[in-house]
């Protein structure tokens, strides 16, 4: 029997055991139920301690999150608050400009409605003005006719007067005051000398043709120079030319056979188309050395023996029959390294039928020698074109 009578369970109460090794084996299973639920709550717990743990991570990472994104819209909010106060101090700037550019436009609109104003006076103005210019343009031009039939009439009395003067005297002096010598006006008279003042610009067609003049100067002031101005003067023998800006048409000295010297200035740019044609006497060729161009058959038909002819380098156009039918050339010097253009015929002798080139020697700058001997129509002469350094008078 067991020692085991009676339970103490409290105060004034006692359980009465009936069986001792009942309680025993209630006793152990109640130890084990207890280790049992102890171990139970103990996983509980600690499940319950990592739940709350990932919990609690979970949260501080959602937290720390949120605070980065708050930290984030709370720069983006100093910007957009600095970009905000920026802007108002813009619009603060932009209204005070709108507000001077309202005062200028008031000053503007005012200033152009004073301008209107004085647009509408002015046009009035205007329109009196353009009616009395109309009036003004109509006297002067009723006034340059007039003008223009007193300088016909005075021109017309001028010329009847020189016509006058030259017909009866051999010799005559063109007055003071003259500037233009009108066409024919000393044609086939009997004029033998002639003196032309500086002032005169204007030499007519044939002016002097035909007539026994036996010198002649033309002056720096001629301007223009009518074709055949001095056509078959044969007895003039020296001509002085002094102008340099010469508009010729041609011919001025055409047939003038005894001419034998003439004086061109430097400065002339061109030597004009039958300039000196068949002025036959001409005992030398001299060419200023600004002339660029020497026309249409220029010194054609000169019959002076030993005819020397030196071109100068500025030539760079030489025109057919330049120097066609020139008798007798001693030599010919060409001063320009570049072979000018050369027209057909320019150097020929005339044997009465036919044209032939002249045995004559052409002097070129030595290294242009063989340019000169392959260009068009220079290579017609290659058998007579000689360096400049072979020259011998």
């Not at 309680?23 to 319950?48: C, G, P, R, W």
């Not at 253009?341 to 039928?353: A, D, R």
């Amino acid at each position: 029997m067991s020692n085991f009578g009676k339970v103490s369970v409290g105060v004034g109460k006692t359980l009465q055991v009936v069986d001792g090794q009942k309680y025993v084996t209630l006793q152990a299973e109640y130890d084990a139920y207890k280790i049992s639920s102890q171990a139970a709550f103990d996983v509980s717990m600690n499940e319950l301690r990592e739940s709350k743990d990932a919990s609690i991570a979970a949260i501080q990472g959602d937290y720390d999150e949120l605070n980065s994104q708050y930290s984030s819209l709370s720069n983006q909010y100093d910007v957009l608050d600095a970009s905000l106060q920026r802007l108002d101090a813009s619009y603060e700037s932009l209204e005070g400009n709108y507000q001077s550019l309202q005062t200028e436009y008031g000053v503007l609109d005012a200033s152009y409605s004073s301008l209107q104003s004085d647009y509408g006076i002015l046009d009035s103005s205007y329109s009196t003005l353009s009616e009395l210019y109309q009036s003004f343009d109509s006297s002067y031009q009723a006034l340059q006719n007039e003008c223009n039939q007193k300088d016909s009439s005075i021109a017309d009395l001028q010329n009847e007067r020189i016509k006058l003067f030259s017909r009866n005297f051999g010799d005559y002096e063109i007055p003071a005051g003259i500037t233009s010598i009108g066409a024919n006006m000393f044609y086939n008279s009997n004029l033998k000398s002639i003196i032309i003042p500086e002032g005169v610009t204007y030499i007519g067609l044939e002016a002097f043709s035909n007539t026994n003049i036996e010198t002649v100067e033309i002056p720096s002031s001629v301007t223009t120079m009518g074709k055949y101005a001095f056509r078959n003067c044969i007895k003039l023998k020296t001509a002085i030319w002094k102008t340099t800006s010469v508009n010729s048409t041609d011919s001025v000295f055409y047939g003038c056979s005894a001419l034998e010297s003439i004086s061109l200035p430097d400065g002339l740019p061109k030597i004009y188309t039958n300039m000196f044609n068949s002025c036959k006497s001409l005992k030398s060729i001299e060419i200023p050395s600004s002339v660029t161009e020497i026309g249409y058959a220029a010194y054609q038909e000169i019959y002076t023996e030993n005819l020397t002819i030196t071109i100068p380098a500025a030539v760079t156009n030489i025109e057919s029959q330049a120097f066609a039918k020139i008798r007798n050339i001693k030599w010919i010097k060409v001063l320009n390294p570049i072979p000018a253009t050369l027209g057909n015929n320019v150097i020929t002798t005339w044997t009465g039928s036919y044209y032939s080139s002249p045995n004559v020697k052409i002097y070129v700058p030595d290294e242009s020698v063989d340019a000169y001997k392959g260009a068009t129509n220079w290579k017609t002469y290659a058998n007579n074109i000689y360096p400049m350094s072979e020259f011998t008078e």
